[in-house]
């Protein structure tokens, strides 16, 4: 038992749990193997109809930045990567409360660099995320940015956490309806990751950056949840910021509901709309 | 000359210009007939390709409320029902200051009225409109539900102009960068409809309306305009309210873009995107 663990001993009852009810099988046209990226282990998912000359996807999870891995979410990105027909490496960053930020910026980061490094044309290169995975996605690209880097050629995240101050005005007005969350768990998550270190860091909270220069954005939402208005403002800002952004908010759909992909429609339509994106991004340029 | 042209007499040389600046010929294969809709004059477009079972469109036009016609709009609305193939019809509605609020939205209200009377299903029925026309079409839907009548299948809107209030944070900090408007500007257009109306009308300002059981919204907006903020906040509060909405921000793009068809690829991606968006759902029901 490591310091850290000691100190939080319900986190792994807790990742236990969330992996459980979250993980679901890869599909069977797309393969894995493990990989490691920028110093992490990774997961690598290759399509079987996927077209090398569209490049590649990096993917980061969920999970309040307290849970998950690719493990819990191979069945997503194995989706998403079929219908898009990408290779995509899904990174497994360091979690709090064992690694507080920016700790995951840093893994977001240096998987990014990694794959620059390995020959990636940023053309032919994607993010996505989604729930906290979705804010590290953003801020990955702020990072990347900071550090002179060129930006990919395109970013989708589907619920993304991007405001760990909590100021939006569904973290109250969804709270009774969102079958996720409640504000207490989403603040316990903030806690855990950032410790007493400043919520307003452009690098915690995307949503309160200047989003100048990013790459086309698909942001995803549904109306069921307390983080509608971490969707609602991070596409305004990077409108606002000159960047080609789409939103799409699902009526009646709960947090990162293209988790349920076969078994509710709008999971389905979701991650094929975010998949025509990708795909359309990462053509455009050749 | 009438007591309302005497009252305003900049206003008919400001609609002459308005009307020399933005009137385009109606594209070659779509043919157009004048008529008349819920007692107001109309122009209709009949695209060569139109598919019968692909229902109709209402079209709101933009100018503030004062200015434009659907001839001055006749090649973007023709463009609009061309790509889409969906039988077009553009409502001239009476203008301000002669026709003050609430005259657009009654007359906005008696066409779709007529088109449900004439048999129309309301699932093969869509809205459409940019900048102010924008704004009626959201208000006329509003009205609608007000009266009882059922929702179409969809509504998209260009550069609405939802807040006559101008609360919006792009009022300001946009005017520096919008070549088309200024403040001072919207404030006229916002004075000539409303008079001394309170200005936070829900079928004034739909912003700021409960926009509840409004249907499937489409919401495009350049990111160069004082009016970004009625768009991003439309499709925030839609989102909010349930409703199935997509917002679309187009990077250092002008109020109402999508005029440039032809000249600007942004316009015809855009053009492109609501034809999708309106024949998509139109296709659904059936």
Redesign the interface.
Known sequence: MTREQRHHPGTQTERRGFAEVMTRPVPDDVTTRTTTLGGRPALEFVPAAADARRGRLLYLHGGGYVLGSPHTHAGLVGELARRARIRTTSLEYRLAPEHPFPAAVEDGLAAYRALLDGGTDPRELALAGDSAGGGLAIATLLAAREAGLPQPAAVAVMSPWTDLTLSG??IS??EEIDPVFTADRVRTFADRYLGDRDRTHPLASPVLADLTGLPPMLVQ?G??EML??DA??L??R???????????????APHVFQHQYGHLDAADAALDRAARFLAARLEAPR
């Open positions: 005005d569904s007005s969804k939402v109306s069921y509608l208005d609602v403002r596409a305004g990077a409108g606002a910021a000159d960047v080609d952004v789409t939103l799409q908010v699902w009526p009646r």
